[in-house]
């Protein structure tokens, strides 16, 4: 075995290469294992929160088109907001501020555009809710005349 300076060269940046490939596994290896302990500890609750953040979206989107009856889904949401908290169901205003890194460099003022928006959310909601409440207790009261006059006989009698 003959050494020259040229095969000695040669190895040696072989096991430079070698080695400073292996420093990057493993970095890579470390950032993504912080990846995957941030992503656990921040993830499932973040993702549940986008979730719902966009059901309610939709709530909003669709309430026409549903004839009001997704104004069940936005209350329940309001509701388990309360129980829950903020990780799980966000806020009112919340769902229509987009959840990106810029946004979070901004900070106060985007949670008070989210407050603003909130406020008119709460406000809507509850002219909403009267109106439903409007609805539901007159559509009772047609149902109880309807079935009082039919039983005490004087709608039958015009036909008779």
């Not at 096991?15 to 500890?41: D, E, F, P, V, Y």
């Not at 059901?55 to 004839?67: D, E, G, R, T, V």
């Not at 901004?106 to 008119?120: H, N, R, S, T």
Request: glycine share 8%; proline share 1%; aromatic share 10%.
């Amino acid at each position: 075995m003959a050494y020259n300076v040229k095969n000695v060269y040669q190895e040696v940046k072989q096991m430079r290469q070698l080695q400073l490939a292996k420093n990057r596994i493993k970095l890579a290896a470390k950032a993504a294992g912080s990846a995957k302990q941030s992503t656990k500890k921040e993830g499932s609750e973040t993702t549940l929160n986008q979730a719902t953040s966009g059901f309610l979206k939709q709530a909003w989107f669709n309430l026409i088109p549903s004839y009001g009856l997704t104004l069940g889904w936005i209350n329940l949401h309001v509701f388990l907001n309360k129980v829950f908290g903020d990780k799980f169901f966000c806020k009112l205003g919340a769902e229509w501020i987009p959840r990106t890194k810029l946004n979070q460099l901004a900070g106060q003022q985007i949670k008070a555009v989210g407050k603003g928006i909130g406020l008119v959310e709460m406000a809507v909601l509850g002219i909403l809710d009267l109106i439903a409440l409007i609805i539901i207790i007159s559509l009772i009261a047609i149902i109880y005349y309807i079935f009082r006059e039919t039983f005490s006989g004087k709608v039958l009698n015009l036909f008779l």
